[in-house]
């Protein structure tokens, strides 16, 4: 059974920093493009990054630009989430996600075949 696990979550006050990290187990995700998505109650899911297999290239939601960064080690194969200056509309469950196929950075959900149980941001005013 192929498994992600996030970890990293937690409460963190407005301005601060958190870091994201999706551990896979089972097997490598190395060729595969892999991303974050969140959803905050009442919301629907939605795009926040994602990474090419290299690391070369990334994609993000206009969001959380400048704030983001996404990377990932596939020697670990491990990726990551760092989170700064973090505002109290980035409150939300973040998931891992995975491709099985295919090269686009997408913000599309559906073609993510993969995803961790999520872990739980909150950021107080």
């Known amino acids: 059974q192929v498994q992600l696990v996030e970890s990293g979550g937690g409460l963190v006050q407005v301005g601060g920093s958190l870091r994201l990290s999706c551990a896979a187990s089972e097997r490598t995700f190395s060729n595969n493009i892999m991303g974050w998505f969140r959803q905050a109650p009442g919301k629907e899911r939605e795009f926040v990054a994602a990474?090419?297999?290299?690391?070369?290239?990334?994609n993000y939601a206009d969001s959380v630009k400048g704030r983001f960064t996404i990377s990932r080690d596939t020697t670990k194969n491990t990726m990551y989430l760092q989170m700064n200056n973090l505002k109290p509309e980035d409150t939300a469950v973040y998931y891992c996600t995975a491709r099985a196929r295919g090269w686009a950075l997408s913000k599309d959900a559906t073609q993510y075949s993969y995803w961790g149980q999520g872990t739980q941001v909150t950021v107080s005013s």
């Open positions: 990474i090419s297999w290299s690391g070369g290239n990334t």
